[in-house]
């Protein structure tokens, strides 16, 4: 292919060649490869916009299947796919799990920084219905809700990723009541032994302790004190730690829960952060307080969800072998759950752009 200067070619349409450092434009034909168009997909709505990109509800133009469309974001990148997208790309084509949203394929746009996943269509997410909801969910639809959750969890750790961003609004719900795990762009796979990763992860509210006192070692615990924080907030009404800085969710966390020591969390001294500011002295656990009218069975289970100690805390697999789940109210049936209007498919009202604003302004930065 003809080399030519980098200030005569367009770099949305083009790549960078590896071994002279300089842009080759990819000719018209060759620049989708096998992937569909995105002309192929008919836009009907928006659904929502995240960190790593904007959602939209579509019709697949051939089959009529209607579908959702993830736009990459690109905006900051000079040289080429970010590293989130290739790692969400990666990630959910090598997942096939009931509980975890399904990507059918990538669609591109006329240029190359232009790029969708096309993914299988919920009707709902958690988090809009939770905003949205007349009466909220009951205990029975609560187990139905965390029991799927927890498996679509156990299949990720049993393949080696840690999803590193579990919240309700990552939690999508079909009108079949299939509860699906999605927005993998913070996803990561691990190997033995851990590799040091940024402590700069999962959303704040749902963010475990070691993460928010600088520990660099990251487990699938860090997924399950997510678990129990969506747990509680189904159980709540409400979020369950809503922090408006790290300090106040450290606080808030031991205001819940009691004030973590080395006896407890052995290595805990140690936590790169401690030497930064002193821990308030609470020796209470106040998750009876919280939750008065909880079970022993479930109030065990948050516990065990909530350990300060990652190696302590409970697996996917533990807490789906929880007495909780097998007491009365039990479970609904998904198929049993209550049906609900298509909040993501109609035009919001003033009133529901301003609780989703301060939803993801109390939530905080995830950086």
Not at 90 to 101: A, F, W
Not at 109 to 136: I, T, W
Not at 331 to 351: G, L, T, V, Y
């Amino acid at each position: 292919m003809e080399k030519k200067d980098d200030s005569t070619v367009d770099n949305s349409n083009s790549l960078m060649s590896l071994k002279t450092l300089t842009y080759m434009e990819i000719p018209e034909k060759d620049r989708m490869g096998r992937c569909r168009s995105v002309s192929d997909f008919a836009k009907l709505n928006r659904c929502g916009e995240g960190t790593y990109g904007i959602v939209y509800r579509a019709k697949d133009l051939r089959t009529d299947e209607i579908v959702a469309l993830k736009k990459m974001r690109m905006e900051k990148e000079k040289d080429g796919i970010p590293i989130s997208g290739l790692r969400e790309m990666n990630i959910l084509l090598s997942l096939r799990h009931k509980h975890i949203v399904e990507l059918k394929e990538i669609a591109v746009g006329k240029s190359l920084d232009s790029m969708f996943l096309v993914m299988r269509y919920c009707e709902q997410d958690l988090a809009s219905l939770l905003d949205n909801m007349q009466q909220p969910f009951s205990e029975s639809q609560v187990k139905c809700i965390v029991l799927q959750l927890l498996k679509g969890v156990e299949y990720l750790h049993e393949n080696y990723i840690i999803h590193r961003d579990l919240k309700v609004s990552n939690l999508l719900m079909t009108n079949e009541g299939c509860v699906k795990i999605a927005d993998f762009g913070l996803a990561k796979k691990f190997g033995v032994p851990m590799k040091p990763m940024t402590p700069k992860v999962v959303t704040l509210w749902y963010r475990a302790p070691e993460l928010l006192l600088g520990s660099t070692t990251q487990t699938t615990a860090i997924d399950m004190w997510a678990v129990g924080c969506i747990l509680g907030e189904l159980l709540a009404h409400k979020p369950l730690l809503p922090g408006r800085s790290e300090i106040q969710q450290i606080d808030i966390i031991i205001e819940m829960l009691g004030t973590p020591n080395n006896s407890i969390w052995p290595g805990f001294d140690d936590l790169p952060l401690l030497k930064d500011f002193t821990l308030r002295p609470q020796p209470y656990n106040n998750l009876r307080v919280t939750f008065p009218w909880l079970s022993e069975a479930g109030l065990r289970l948050l516990n065990f969800l909530f350990m300060f100690d990652p190696a302590k805390r409970a697996t996917a697999t533990d807490a789906l072998a929880s007495s909780y789940f097998k007491e009365a109210p039990h479970p609904c049936e998904p198929d049993m759950m209550p049906s609900f209007p298509q909040h993501r498919n109609q035009k919001r009202s003033a009133e529901d752009d301003q609780r989703a604003k301060k939803r993801k302004s109390d939530i905080g930065s995830q950086f």
